[in-house]
């Protein structure tokens, strides 16, 4: 099968082509933040400006015609509703033309499915650790198969609570890793940390952030942040691993690309003697090629959505998605 | 130090087991954990340590079934061996038969009338032996009156066990905790609430 696969959740347009699980292409347009978060609006009228064009440069990339196509998908949640309405307009647009099928895809599936090949791990628990999600899933067959949430944040999630200290600190984007940049070097200070079994939080860590941020080093409170952060993640990520008795464990979305973090979780792994993985970079990120990997998917499953049928939804939980 | 044989490897500590004075112990050792920095390794293992002494005891006091703690360290509990198996290695019918979710329940309930939260209460952390269960592993405890923190533990255990796994502990729960209806609702509450977002505009 020859599937593309559109993400336009958040501030990335992003294309994907997969033929039989392979990658043929993943080609991305992202909106440049400035300073103030992201407008919705002017972030979907960026994706639909430059819908097109990436459109055609994922075709070329993976150097097929349109018409050779035999499916589609595109990323129906969790995102931005305006985001997530560009992607579904363009994947029915060529559905339309094409005479193809469409398959909607959750966003966390599509992180989780393609680390996990590219890992080459069966079964494994799952840190998902992105901008507005930090959560540990382990694929449970309960009605239907899905990722159950062992463990989550209670009120942010980790890459938001990067990015918003980042901006409070003016450093430039790409906001986590200019946090990770940062802390080189830095010295520990203590800040709060809240565990609970394995769900987290870290509003209370990013208010103490805030309060020392004119008083205290920046480096210092960089380093003291991953620090802390992390090991609150790698606690209840090690909990979940003793519950599950997993075997295998992968690190996936925009945080995973951390190399702390990764490196954190590597010895969380080896001390338990469990494989550890995760996936290139550019699948960490927002990306089409994910999207496209589990549409293939679904597709083969034989399921999918008719042209009239196609929704959106803005809270689109990763337990709600059927897996295959 | 060399503790002897281990006995069972937590997500926080090591148990060894040895014989004192006729006696089956086990120790309990948060050793260091390699992932963290030592500032924070250590200060959390200092202070859940102490913790989870100062709150067995408690639970002990008010009937709720722990091991009975013999002597403390600085990063090591000595305590009453418990013979038998972990929950969660248990087949859910041998859980059923064995009424063991139905006892964790009431005995959470205990606690939470007495002003317990667990904090991590999960069949990991229910043994299961020939006379009873008993609750271990009072790392994360806190002695607190919040239903907030009350409706987490019930929302922990909910998602390690099945559905009708939940029931039965329910059903134990209910029994012994007057207030088990304004907990319910919590657990309802924390549910619904902003965690199970997704995306934010950021
Ligand atoms: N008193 C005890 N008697 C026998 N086994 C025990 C006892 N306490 C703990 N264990 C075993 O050791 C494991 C880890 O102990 P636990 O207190 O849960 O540590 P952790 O905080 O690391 O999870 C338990 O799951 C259990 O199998
Ligand atoms: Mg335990």
Redesign the pocket.
Known sequence: MLVMGIESSAHTFGVGIVEEGRILSNVKDMYQIKDKGMIPNKVSLHHLKCADKVIKEALEAAGIRPDQLDGIGYTMGPGLGPCLQVGMLSAKAMAHALGIKIAPVNHAVGHVEIARAYAGLDDPLVLYVSGGNSQILKISQDKFRHYAVLGETFDMGIGNMLDTFAREIKLLPAWGSSVEKAAAGGRYIELPYTVKGMDFSFSGLLTRLIELSGREKREDLCYSLQETAFSMLCEATERAL?LTRSHELCVCGGVAQNTRLRSMLAHVAAEHGTRFGFGPNEFNADNGGMIAFVAEKILKAGKSVGLNDCVVKQRYRIDEAEVF | MDYGAI???????D?YSFTAFGTEM?V?VRNPKAYRIAQIDNSIRRARTKKEARIMAHAAGIGVRV?RVFALGTFSIY????KGK?ANLLEEKELASRRVLGSAGEMLGMMHSSGIVHGDITP??I?VSGNGIYI??F?LAEMSRSVEDMGVDLLLMERSVSKNGFGLFLEGYKGSNASSGNVLKRLEEIKRRGRYQNRSLD
């Open positions: 003793l | 006995l069972g490897k937590g997500a926080e500590a148990i086990v309990k091991p305590m009453e061996m418990v972990n990991a952390n043994m271990i592993d790392g």
